[in-house]
């Protein structure tokens, strides 16, 4: 397997802010051919490339700037979602430190293209140097003309801040972001309306993550028939997997989408387990994708194929556990994170989730029942099927898929109490 670099080429090219280096090497060809071609015509070209969200829900760009495009009520609002809090995801912050500028585009594209005049990137409060760059980048691109008023000549304006997340799961999520930045307790709300209909300050509001933006100038600036080269069927482009777990080297890996198998990619990128034993199970979207045992991970890295083999692409961070780790430590590991990040929104994440941590916590101890397992089960369900939001409806996910799969370590550790 090789890397097809699109959205990372210019990694480590040049320094971050250096807008000149940017500019020589295609920048800013996307953004003046956008103001050529009109917001209308931009948003058809975002559709015709097929381009789908890489924040994990994997809605479909173009329609979701059209719908936020045709609603008449105003000010309209753009955001970029770099909270980035998914275990196991690092991708976004390669391209925010090292090609800012690309991102930027595609902010200011995505805002020419739903008339937006305000603009947010709201950046994971623990990437500090990362929110400090990017201050220092809005104020060289005001010098430079490409915030404020008349942009490269036009009548397009628009200005952006950047703001510091609060260090929140749930706020990966659009509407607990909107209520964050709202100065809100941050929580989910009931859809519809949605946030194209009515978001930020009650205004239509587009949320995109990191990835996804950096793709609108690499479309625009190559031609739609270009981007659709790569990828699969229904899925053109490149995406961004990142690697960590029980393996011998992790990192971010630019990948057409089909181009290998996960098995490929941990033993090609990741150089194999730590341990050298072979892989017991993987998450491949993520903490909150569900686990694929050994058996399925002959899959090819797209949507569909990760799907039919049992879990989703979600994030594509892919984590890694290996032979002689117990699903009940991966299990317990997880619950713990998720448990404190509730929002509280509704009662089945609520109270799902910190039962579900009293359980495991139960049956890693050694005082576990064969009826808390069914109880675990159950809980899990419930969520999946009665949460508001993503978060509540994917972390049972590896929980239920842990239980299917590997059975015989929880009934080990409850034999053994």
Excluded: H
Aim: with cysteine; charged share 25%.
């Amino acid at each position: 397997m090789k890397e097809t670099k699109l959205l990372t080429r210019r990694v480590g090219k040049y320094e971050p802010l250096d807008l000149k280096g940017y500019e020589a090497d295609g920048g800013l060809v996307a953004l003046k051919r956008a103001l050529a071609m009109g917001p209308e015509s931009v948003i058809e070209e975002i559709k015709r490339a097929g381009l789908v969200g890489r924040g994990g829900a994997g809605f479909p760009t173009g329609p979701k700037w059209a719908m936020a495009a045709g609603e008449e009520q105003g000010p309209k609002y753009f955001i970029c979602n770099a909270e980035e809090g998914e275990l196991g995801t690092f991708k976004d912050k390669v391209l925010l430190d090292g090609d800012p500028w690309m991102v930027l585009e595609g902010i200011l594209i995505a805002a020419y293209a739903i008339g937006a005049k305000q603009t947010y990137i709201y950046i994971n409060g623990e990437y500090e140097q990362t929110i400090q760059l990017w201050e220092k980048l809005v104020v060289e691109a005001r010098k430079a003309g490409f915030l404020g008023d008349g942009i490269l000549g036009s009548k397009f304006s628009v200005n952006l801040q950047v703001v510091k997340g609060k260090g929140l799961y749930i706020t990966g999520e659009e509407f607990a972001l909107i209520s964050s930045l709202e100065t809100r307790r941050a929580a989910s709300r009931l859809k519809p309306p949605y946030p194209t209909q009515k978001g930020l300050f009650g205004r239509p509001t587009v949320v995109n993550n990191v990835e996804t933006i950096a793709n609108v100038p690499v479309i625009l600036a190559n031609g739609v028939e270009a981007y659709r080269k790569l990828g699969v069927e229904g899925e053109p482009g490149t995406r961004l997997f990142s690697l960590s777990g029980a393996v011998k080297e992790s990192g971010v890996y630019e990948l057409e989408v089909g181009s290998g198998t996960l098995t490929e990619f941990i033993d090609e990128f990741g150089r194999g387990t730590s341990s050298g034993r072979p892989v017991k199970a993987v998450q491949p979207g993520g903490g909150t994708s569900a686990l694929l045992a050994r058996a399925s991970l002959g899959c090819k890295l797209t949507t569909q194929a990760i799907r039919q083999a049992g879990s989703e692409i979600g994030t594509a961070g892919v984590i890694v556990y290996e032979e002689g780790s117990s699903a009940v430590d991966i299990v317990k590991g997880l619950l713990k994170f998720y448990g404190s990040e509730s929002c509280g929104r509704c009662a089945p994440c609520r109270i799902g989730v910190v039962r579900m941590r009293e359980i495991i916590e139960k049956v890693f101890q050694g005082e576990g029942t064969t009826e808390d397992l069914e109880q675990l089960r159950q809980i899990g369900k419930a969520c999946v099927a009665a949460s508001t939001c993503g978060m509540g409806q994917a972390f049972p996910l590896p929980v239920l898929s842990a239980l299917e799969l590997f059975p015989q370590d929880f009934e080990a550790v409850i034999e053994n109490r």
